[in-house]
């Protein structure tokens, strides 16, 4: 089993769709969680970090199910620029060097 | 603004001949330093952890004599590809944090495109 998986997309959505991301993880001491967006060719960038609770930024929605390893990701009212590909991290304990785990990557494509 | 930046954002050299990438914290101390390479359609792969004043952490299956890390100082460290060969040529990232909390965001470089001919 991958360390992170994610849908393999890709994802073609009409403006001010809605669109769901999901991604699972294997290490189950696993401590942080995030959402990274990366546009082609560019660096990644943080989107936002997934709460247990669950957490919102706008039309940003992310939910952690740590029983089931489950991370998801919520984009309401998707606009044109939302389009890039969606990486699932996961932080992974051990050590002080924090290493973080990519997960292939969703790409989003929102067409007008 | 970056607070990660990486120099340079694209390359190309000949077979045989080897290239320093260099990443740079601008904001921020960084003890540790992440190395990424990630190939077209695919995830980014950690390919060391360069700690500074010590020798760097390598990933299973990355040869470390190819991959030189240098991390002399708090703000700066270098990755040089040792004999590139046209397999070398990819997209290679660096990224730090501020390892004073596990939750903080990681930065990265712009990236640095290799290509090898």
């Known amino acids: 089993r991958k360390e992170v998986e994610q849908d393999p997309g890709p994802f073609n959505v009409p403006e001010g769709a809605t669109v769901a991301f999901n991604c699972t993880y294997s290490?189950?001491?696993?401590?942080?969680f995030f959402w990274y967006r990366q546009d082609c060719r560019k660096e990644p960038k943080l989107l936002m970090s997934?709460?247990?609770s669950g957490n919102e930024d706008g039309r940003f929605t992310a939910q952690l199910n740590r029983a089931s390893q489950y991370i998801s990701l919520l984009i309401r009212d998707s606009k044109l620029s939302d389009s890039a590909t969606y990486l699932c991290v996961v932080n992974d304990p051990g050590g002080s060097n924090y290493k973080l785990t990519f997960g292939k990557g969703t790409l989003l494509t929102v067409n007008p | 603004g970056a607070v990660v930046s990486q120099h340079p954002s694209w390359v190309i050299c000949k077979s045989g001949t080897s290239v320093k990438i260099e990443c740079r914290s601008l904001d921020f101390q960084a003890t540790t330093m992440f190395w990424y390479r990630q190939f077209p359609k695919q995830s980014l792969m950690l390919m060391a952890t360069s700690n500074e004043g010590s020798k760097a952490t390598y990933e299973q299956g990355v040869e470390k004599d190819k991959f030189l890390i240098n991390h002399a100082s708090l703000t700066l460290s270098t990755l040089t590809v040792t004999s590139a060969h046209p397999e070398d040529s990819s997209f290679y990232i660096c990224s730090a944090r501020n390892i004073g909390a596990m939750n903080t965001e990681a930065f990265f470089g712009q990236g640095t495109r290799l290509t090898v001919v």
């Open positions: 997934v709460y247990s």
């Open positions: 290490n189950s001491a696993s401590q942080s």
